[in-house]
Structure formats: structure tokens, C-alpha cells
């Protein structure tokens, strides 16, 4: 039979720990509040924006000032898988280092073993699983979550827009979680350049969206669509925000859960051995009485 004080030490600390549990549970939920309800109302502007771009790079698909939606030969690829900072959020992170490598073992072991596979991780998880492992880092970003905003996005994607048309990647594909719910993420591949064009039925005619343009196509493209752009990442990175808090909210709410049935099972194992302990002191008790007797 297990030890009084052993037993006794255990509840307390598998107390604690779900004190730690619920409170983390909370936090969780707060935030998760706070950023579910910015992706949900983010979400239909980015939509139509999306869909202005692929239109508008379609009607200029053969012309010079298409620089976004240049479709080149698959040779040097740039991966960004957003992961958390943090732990204690389920299979969260596991999720998108998985999903990465598995995106590169199936589609782009050619160009990685060529060394044209580039990864430039968003979040400290990510980072550290890519780094210790000797793949191709370009660069990262770890601190975009501290204050998660539209401005601390617009840097990130001057780089992979600018690394484009260059020519320093042919595409540059974002790994990340989409928000479905608290308990819902989708694991999502979503490129980001080249601009994906609409699909069009070889046997029918494209008939694109009739534009008036204001002041001319190239002001457009060189102001609406970069913004777009911006957007568009600004958008998977707050869908990956979102998701980490629901994953950790979700996490920690069965952690406490767990806790609190070790806690039933402790302490009936606490009173069994009591009860124990008081008929151990009984029997002795009776057998003294009887041998004084």
C-alpha cells in the first residue's frame, strides 16, 4: 500500500499543476477571442481582394507588366512553414514540420537535393527544428507574434515579393494551419507566388472581368497588387495565430481534464490506504487488550 505523505505530496502536485493548466486554458481563450474574430472579419475582404488580383494578372498574363504572375519551370523553391513560439499547443507545430517535410520528399526532392529548396520559418518552433537539421535557411522571423499586426507583416512580404521578381525563387508556397474553430485547424499549402491564375476550360473562351483602369493597368499592378499580396500573407499568418491559441486553448483543457481525474484516482487511492493504516491501529489496539486481559 502506497505511503500517506507519498500520496498526500502527489495531490498537491498534480494540483498545481492543474491550477497552471486551467489558468493557461484562459489566457488561451482570451486571445483565441481577440484573433478568431480579426481572421473572421479579415477573411471576406481578403477573399475579393484575391480573387481582383487573379483577375487583373490574367488580363495582363502576356504582358511585361505581369511580374507576379510570371509562371517559371519549378527549379528554386522558397517553403515558409509558420509554426508558434511557444509549446504546450498539441500537435500544432508537429503538424507543419511534418507537413514541410513531407511537401519536400514528394514534390521537390530533385531541387532539394540540387540545394535550390529554401526555408525561411515564421516562429521560433519551426525555426529550431530547420536550423539543427542543416537545411537551407534563407533568413526567419520569430517576433512578427509579439505584436501581430498588419505593419510587421509588410517587411516579410517586401522580401519574398522582391526575391520573385528577381528571380531568386520560381515559387515561394506558405505552410501553415488555417483556422476552422477552437477544436478545428486545417493544414493548408497555399502558394503565394506566382499569383495563381483562374482556371480556364481549354474548349471554352476566358472571358475576364471588364476593368476600367485608373490612372493605367501598370499604376494598378504596381500598387494594388503588391498591397494585395501583403495581405494575402498578412491573412496565413493570422490564421496560423489563431490556430495555435485554439490548438493551446483545446490542449490545455485536457490537460486539466486529466489532471482532475489522476486527482479522483489519488485520492481514493489516499483513502484506501487510510483506512488501511486506522484498521492496522485498531487490530493492535485489540490484540494489547487482549494480551493485558
Same mark, same amino acid.
Given at each position: 500500500m502506497a505511503n500517506l505523505k507519498e500520496v498526500r505530496i502527489r495531490i498537491d502536485s498534480v494540483n498545481s499543476t492543474r491550477q497552471i493548466t486551467s489558468a493557461m486554458k484562459m489566457v488561451a481563450a482570451s486571445k483565441l477571442r481577440k484573433s478568431q474574430n480579426a481572421i473572421t472579419a479579415m477573411r471576406p475582404y481578403s477573399a475579393k481582394l484575391q480573387e481582383l488580383v487573379q483577375n487583373l494578372s490574367k488580363s495582363m498574363e502576356h504582358t511585361s507588366d505581369g511580374k507576379y504572375s510570371v509562371q517559371r519551370p519549378a527549379e528554386r523553391i522558397l517553403l515558409v512553414p509558420v509554426t508558434s513560439n511557444r509549446g504546450l499547443c498539441g500537435a500544432f507545430n508537429t503538424?507543419?514540420?511534418r507537413a514541410t517535410t513531407k511537401l519536400i520528399a514528394e514534390?521537390?526532392?530533385q531541387q532539394f537535393e540540387a540545394g535550390n529548396v529554401s526555408l525561411f520559418p515564421i516562429g521560433k518552433k519551426g525555426e529550431e527544428f530547420f536550423r539543427t537539421r542543416n537545411y537551407k535557411i534563407l533568413g526567419s522571423n520569430i517576433h512578427v507574434f509579439d505584436n501581430l499586426n498588419f505593419n510587421a507583416i509588410v517587411p516579410i512580404a517586401d522580401q519574398f515579393m522582391k526575391a520573385f521578381?528577381?528571380?531568386?525563387f520560381d515559387q515561394i508556397i506558405f505552410i501553415y494551419n488555417?483556422?476552422? +474553430? &477552437?477544436?478545428?485547424? *486545417?493544414?493548408m499549402h497555399e502558394q503565394l507566388l506566382p499569383v495563381e491564375l483562374p482556371a480556364v476550360d481549354e474548349n471554352e473562351q476566358y472571358e475576364?472581368?471588364?476593368?476600367?483602369?485608373?490612372?493605367d493597368k501598370a499604376a494598378i499592378l504596381d500598387e494594388l497588387i503588391p498591397?494585395?499580396?501583403k495581405m494575402q500573407v498578412y491573412k496565413m499568418i493570422l490564421d496560423s495565430f489563431a490556430s495555435e491559441h485554439g490548438a493551446r486553448m483545446i490542449s490545455m483543457h485536457k490537460a486539466t481534464? +486529466? &489532471?482532475?481525474?489522476? *486527482?479522483?484516482?489519488l485520492k481514493l487511492i489516499y483513502n484506501k490506504a487510510r483506512q488501511a493504516s486506522i484498521t492496522n491501529q485498531i487490530i493492535?489496539?485489540?490484540?494489547?487488550?487482549?494480551?493485558l486481559g
Open positions: 503538424n507543419v514540420i514534390s521537390y526532392q521578381v528577381d528571380e531568386e488555417q483556422f476552422k +474553430n &477552437a477544436g478545428t485547424q *486545417i493544414l475576364g472581368v471588364d476593368y476600367l483602369f485608373e490612372p498591397k494585395t499580396l481534464d +486529466n &489532471a482532475t481525474e489522476m *486527482i479522483k484516482d493492535e489496539i485489540v490484540s494489547g487488550a487482549n494480551a
